[in-house]
């Protein structure tokens, strides 16, 4: 049992690695095989069965043979990491749920979070490690190097690498900001350069409808932007041009964005504060938070006025996001431009009606990438449950975009509002303000107008007592002589 093929693996390795479940326990029960036994790429017997996606060897080996769970190999690659990176979810959610460690990081800077996701794209073992408390925020992977700019962030690995759906999750289901505040890397790399370096065309695209338009203008440590990382090579000029008109446009906002905040997993994205804020530490601020991202409806006991505000405040947020998004179709200039060409929009129109017709225009790019774009409109619309038109995405001219940008900071204006309304009647409630403010609205000064009335009023009431008690006295003595009072006869034997 302890005979080595020519890379030293013996034949617990390759029975675990065929889930021979049988042939394993004879070798270790009948035979006592060594479970933890290495091959010469420092492999386990675990980590051949997880990396195959044996399930029923990698329970036995655990429960059974008490395999060390967290073994690594000379790439330090436990079985968590193997069996992410060639696995199967199965595999990882029987290592999650026997305590294997999902923050232990291979040579190559990856965690078992960035071996799912951002290496092999698999959002269903991204969520498993999710569940079992991995931060999304905080998982890094190793570029190469060594030094501050040696790791980057998973949403920029993601990108960087041309992951779409693994960016896709985590910019709309783990709540990363695509500008880049989530990432935290020392060089300032942003999401949107992570996928300009490497001309990730469909990146790219997604990132600016999700809101990385805002960051496109700001520069990394070596003073370079999104635009001018781009290959000068590449057949897609036309990206690094809307590129750079986007990043003018953004130099132009008077909103001031930082990239480099530290994660903040405790909140969601949009109600993120700066770390020198006291509104991020506020105990009611923070309750209010979380009533809003389970739903203020989940929980009883909220005041009815705080209840009613946050209502109101939920719907107003849900307008302002559908119109954030189409505010981004809408300054779009390539959009708008090529949706103004009759056969483009004609094109659209005909993939609508029909989705299969889009096989007719699969060799013609400018409508392809017009239809990717509005397949993003579908796609947030159908989460949200919304229903636009067509004409909602589109703009007449720059007045009408202005029209929609003063709308919608309208709509956030009238949000902070209510938002403040909720909290001050929130900090009413829990103080006793409200008590006080009823009582003080309800009670006029103590005058000497006052004081007369109560001494007369004592006076009256005492009057009144005397009256009765002697009208009931002298009821109570007519009745006594009514009824024989002192007999005569009595008094008459005693006078004589």
Known sequence: VDARDREGRRAMHHASALGCVDVVEALARRHGAEVDAEDDDGRGALTHAAANARDECVKFLIDTCDAWIDASDCNDDTALTAACRQGEASTVEILLARGADARARNADGCDAFAEALCVRGDVEMARLLIQSGVNPKRSRVRCGGDGANASRSALNAACGLGNLEAARFLID????????SDCADSDYMTPLMAASLTAQVEVIEYLLLSGAAATAHLTSEDDLTAADMFPKDHARQDVKRKLEAVAVKASKSTKVRSVVAAPRAELPTKWAKSQNSREGSDPLEVRLRSWIAAGVEKYEGVPQDVRLTL????????????????????????????????????????????????????????????????????????????????????????????????????????????????????????????????????????????????KLLDLFENVAVHSIASVVFAVMLYLFWSFGGFQRTELASFAT
């Open 311 to 454: 209502e109101k405040h939920a719907v107003l947020t849900k307008e302002i996001e559908l119109r954030t998004f189409l505010l981004g179709m809408i300054e779009d200039e390539m959009f708008q431009s090529d949706m103004q060409i009759k056969p483009i929009r004609e094109a659209v129109h005909d993939v609508i009606s029909n989705f299969h017709n889009v096989t007719k225009y699969r060799d013609n790019a400018r409508v392809m990438n017009v239809l990717t774009k509005f397949r993003h409109v579908q796609r947030f619309c159908k989460d949200r449950g919304e229903k636009i038109t067509f004409d909602d995405v589109l703009a007449a001219d720059e007045e009408e975009v202005e029209q929609h940008r003063e709308r919608l900071a309208e709509l956030k204006a009238a949000a902070g509002v209510l938002w403040d309304e909720a909290l001050m009647a929130l900090r009413a409630f829990t103080t006793g303000e409200n008590i006080a403010k009823t009582v003080m609205s309800q009670t006029r000064p103590f005058t000497t107008w006052d004081r007369i009335t109560m």
């Open 173 to 180: 289901e783990c709540g990363l900001d695509a500008g880049g």
